[in-house]
């Protein structure tokens, strides 16, 4: 590649938050919505803690304007959940790193709530928005699926030298 | 952690970028809700965004195509079989239905009220099913281009389906009448009942609110829409009542009902531009086409040929009114 690392950086980092947006709006049975892992949150996450250099609470607005482009909801809602959760993720990024892997899939599933928690009560407060159980499913999925995204995420970062 | 970068104006600190960008997300929200500024903006980013929704549907669309080369003829010659018979009990249907439009005009005009003019129609295809989790929206392959306006009715062969709530160029989003966001004033076809359908976010399953415990409201009731705002045009199934429940802690009746549109199966939809009659059918209440039994014609000219139709033609009025 003719990239400089810092342009490779970029665009694997780019890349990967491509492919979440896309993961996050493929079209799936009604019955699966529940299911469906934040992607995008967690890729946030991911570079948060690892790249906090370079992935901060400016691309955590941005991705979530975008979702809120692709969702069609209202916008800033997205953008405001994810520029908490960037903010969040830079504050313990240095915890997080040391954590072990289940504590780490705990604070994800924390933040991922979270993210959902701020989306929700915006929604609410536009429209009436009932709660049920089901909404909370997904945290639960993007919790179980942490660890298994994080291997995958630091063999990319590793084998185009990310940093 | 923050005194080693410290405050400067070309590396602000994490904290400060927080709260710029929070503000800027609650400008935006400010703006978005607030008025229509926004929708160019919106519309802009869509277009430029609009690859990624593009490469979303291509999983699928490889799938189908598997799935039917897999499949091949038999399950062609099923589906071909399948709508041939369909096809035939339609036409007889609508034979019927013919007769019965000419009548119900002829009534109409002898009564004279507005007759209910059919509504202009177009196909439209679903591009994708809107994934933010607590909504139910599709997005269709019909924009601005070819006359989509923001409120138009949504519908398909059974029902309503909900009103676009964004316009695009090529493409529009629709709200479905499930989306916890979404109200639809209907009447009930056996009694007249007005009253305003909600939805839940559940797939399947709508709200009817605010009714106290006299109503008269009964399981499997119809409900259609009324017309009133509108939005909508007057007379399309809404909802088939499902389930009440009278709590006398609750102020109101718990009522439940199914939306009678196939929301979750359709692969192509209906828009419909509503004709002004039949907008105004709604607002001026007429006697309402699904009420059985019309009120005897004021004109005593017309009063002959109204009762003209023989016992044998009366038997499929209840059928022909309510479109089925």
Same mark, same amino acid.
């Given at each position: 590649?003719?990239?400089?690392?810092?342009?490779?950086?970029?665009?694997?980092?780019?890349?990967?938050?491509?492919?979440?947006?896309?993961?996050?709006?493929?079209?799936?049975?009604?019955?699966?919505?529940?299911?469906?892992?934040?992607?995008?949150?967690?890729?946030?996450?991911?570079?948060?803690?690892?790249?906090?250099?370079?992935?901060?609470?400016?691309?955590?607005?941005?991705?979530?304007?975008?979702?809120?482009?692709?969702?069609?909801?209202?916008?800033?809602?997205?953008?405001?959940?994810?520029?908490?959760?960037?903010?969040?993720?830079?504050?313990?990024?240095?915890?997080?790193?040391?954590?072990?892997?289940?504590?780490?899939?705990?604070?994800?599933?924390?933040?991922?709530?979270?993210?959902?928690? =701020? =989306?929700?009560?915006?929604?609410?407060?536009?429209?009436?928005?009932? =709660?049920?159980?089901?909404?909370?499913?997904? *945290?639960?999925? *993007?919790?179980?699926?942490?660890?298994?995204?994080?291997?995958?995420?630091?063999?990319?970062?590793?084998?185009?030298?990310?940093? | 952690?923050?005194?080693?970068?410290?405050?400067?104006?070309?590396?602000?600190?994490?904290?400060?970028?927080?709260?710029?960008?929070?503000?800027?997300? #609650?400008?935006?929200?400010?703006?978005?809700?607030?008025?229509?500024?926004?929708?160019?903006?919106?519309?802009?980013?869509?277009?430029?965004?609009?690859?990624?929704?593009?490469?979303?549907?291509?999983?699928?669309?490889?799938?189908?195509?598997?799935?039917?080369?897999? $499949?091949?003829?038999?399950?062609?010659?099923?589906?071909?079989?399948?709508?041939?018979?369909?096809?035939?009990?339609?036409?007889?249907?609508?034979?019927?239905?013919?007769?019965?439009?000419?009548?119900?005009?002829?009534?109409?005009?002898?009564?004279?009220?507005?007759?209910?003019?059919?509504?202009?129609?177009?196909?439209?295809?679903?591009?994708?099913?809107?994934?933010?989790?607590?909504?139910?929206?599709?997005?269709?392959?019909?924009?601005?281009?070819?006359?989509?306006?923001?409120?138009?009715?949504?519908?398909?062969?059974?029902?309503?389906?909900?009103?676009?709530?964004?316009?695009? #160029?090529?493409?529009?989003?629709?709200?479905?009448?499930?989306?916890?966001?979404?109200?639809?004033?209907?009447?009930?076809?056996?009694?007249?009942?007005?009253?305003?359908?909600?939805?839940?976010?559940?797939?399947?399953?709508?709200?009817?609110?605010?009714?106290?415990?006299?109503?008269?409201?009964?399981?499997?009731?119809?409900?259609?829409?009324?017309?009133?705002?509108?939005?909508?045009?007057?007379?399309?199934?809404?909802?088939?009542?499902?389930?009440?429940?009278?709590?006398?802690?609750?102020?109101?009746?718990?009522?439940?009902?199914?939306?009678?549109?196939?929301?979750?199966?359709?692969?192509?939809?209906?828009?419909?531009?509503?004709?002004?009659?039949?907008?105004?059918?709604?607002?001026?209440?007429?006697?309402?086409?699904?009420?059985?039994? #019309?009120?005897?014609?004021?004109?005593?000219?017309?009063?002959?040929?109204?009762?003209?139709?023989?016992? $044998?033609?009366?038997?499929?009025?209840?059928? $022909?009114?309510?479109?089925?």
């Amino acid at each position: 590649m003719s990239l400089g690392p810092d342009n490779r950086s970029r665009l694997v980092i780019a890349s990967t938050f491509v492919v979440a947006l896309i993961l996050a709006i493929l079209p799936g049975p009604g019955w699966a919505q529940p299911f469906r892992p934040d992607w995008v949150t967690l890729v946030l996450i991911y570079w948060c803690m690892a790249t906090p250099q370079r992935v901060g609470v400016g691309v955590g607005w941005t991705v979530g304007l975008i979702l809120d482009v692709l969702y069609g909801s209202l916008l800033g809602q997205q953008a405001l959940a994810e520029t908490l959760i960037a903010f969040l993720t830079l504050k313990l990024h240095l915890r997080m790193r040391m954590f072990p892997r289940w504590q780490q899939a705990v604070t994800v599933l924390v933040l991922v709530t979270i993210n959902h928690l =701020v =989306v929700l009560w915006i929604r609410d407060l536009v429209t009436h928005t009932p =709660v049920r159980w089901s909404y909370w499913t997904s *945290s639960i999925v *993007s919790m179980l699926i942490w660890p298994w995204l994080f291997v995958i995420l630091r063999d990319i970062r590793r084998r185009a030298r990310v940093s | 952690m923050l005194s080693s970068t410290g405050w400067s104006l070309r590396t602000p600190t994490v904290l400060t970028r927080f709260v710029i960008f929070t503000a800027l997300a #609650l400008a935006l929200m400010v703006l978005d809700y607030r008025g229509q500024h926004l929708a160019r903006i919106r519309a802009g980013l869509s277009l430029l965004f609009y690859p990624l929704e593009v490469a979303a549907t291509i999983p699928a669309r490889i799938g189908e195509s598997v799935i039917q080369f897999a $499949g091949g003829n038999r399950a062609l010659q099923k589906k071909y079989d399948r709508l041939a018979a369909r096809q035939v009990k339609i036409e007889a249907k609508l034979e019927r239905f013919d007769a019965l439009r000419a009548q119900n005009t002829h009534l109409r005009k002898l009564l004279g009220s507005a007759a209910l003019v059919a509504d202009r129609a177009v196909v439209a295809k679903i591009l994708q099913v809107s994934e933010e989790p607590f909504t139910r929206k599709i997005v269709i392959a019909k924009g601005s281009r070819d006359g989509v306006y923001d409120g138009q009715p949504v519908i398909d062969n059974h029902g309503i389906m909900g009103q676009v709530t964004e316009v695009d #160029l090529e493409q529009s989003r629709v709200t479905l009448i499930t989306d916890p966001g979404h109200a639809i004033p209907v009447e009930d076809t056996r009694n007249g009942l007005r009253t305003i359908v909600f939805g839940t976010g559940d797939e399947d399953r709508v709200a009817v609110r605010y009714l106290t415990a006299p109503t008269d409201i009964r399981v499997g009731d119809l409900l259609v829409s009324s017309g009133i705002g509108g939005t909508f045009p007057f007379g399309y199934p809404v909802a088939r009542v499902t389930h009440i429940t009278n709590d006398p802690n609750e102020p109101f009746l718990g009522i439940h009902a199914r939306p009678v549109a196939h929301l979750e199966y359709n692969k192509e939809v209906l828009l419909i531009w509503p004709s002004h009659a039949s907008l105004a059918a709604g607002k001026l209440k007429p006697p309402a086409v699904g009420t059985p039994g #019309l009120p005897p014609g004021p004109s005593a000219t017309g009063a002959g040929a109204a009762r003209l139709p023989p016992p $044998g033609g009366a038997k499929d009025q209840p059928a $022909g009114t309510h479109g089925h």
